[in-house]
Nanobody, 123 residues
């Protein structure tokens, strides 16, 4: 079982930036598609971004396109979510995830999840 640890959340003002990190155990991490999701209080968990196992493809929810960038460093067993121009509506707990099956980008079907890291954007 792959273990994922999210980190990098915090409190920032609107317009600021944060970089979330997701550290994974096991060498099979580099063979997994990765994704980021978020969940605000009282809201359903929503897809944010995904990256293929080989970094060739990325996908984003429309609300973060142009502001967020997902990346990965397989040598470090780490995935990242760079968040720029943050808005109060980005406030949520962010979770990284790994998908066992497939190499492409996916919005569902993930098998492993991090514990979540809190992102709060003030106005």
């Amino acid at each position: 079982q792959v273990q994922l640890v999210d980190s990098g959340g915090g409190l920032v003002q609107a317009g600021g930036s944060l970089r979330l990190s997701c550290s994974a155990s096991g060498s099979t991490y580099r063979n997994y598609a990765m994704g980021w999701f978020r969940q605000a209080p009282g809201k359903e968990r929503e897809f944010v971004a995904a990256i293929s196992c080989n970094s060739l493809y990325t996908d984003y929810v429309d609300s973060v396109k142009g502001r967020f960038t997902i990346s990965r460093d397989n040598a470090k067993n780490t995935a990242y979510l760079q968040m720029n121009s943050l808005k109060p509506e980005d406030t949520a707990t962010y979770y990284c995830s790994a998908r066992l099956s497939g190499c492409y980008v996916y919005t569902s079907g993930y098998n492993y999840w991090g514990q979540g890291t809190q992102v709060t954007v003030s106005s």
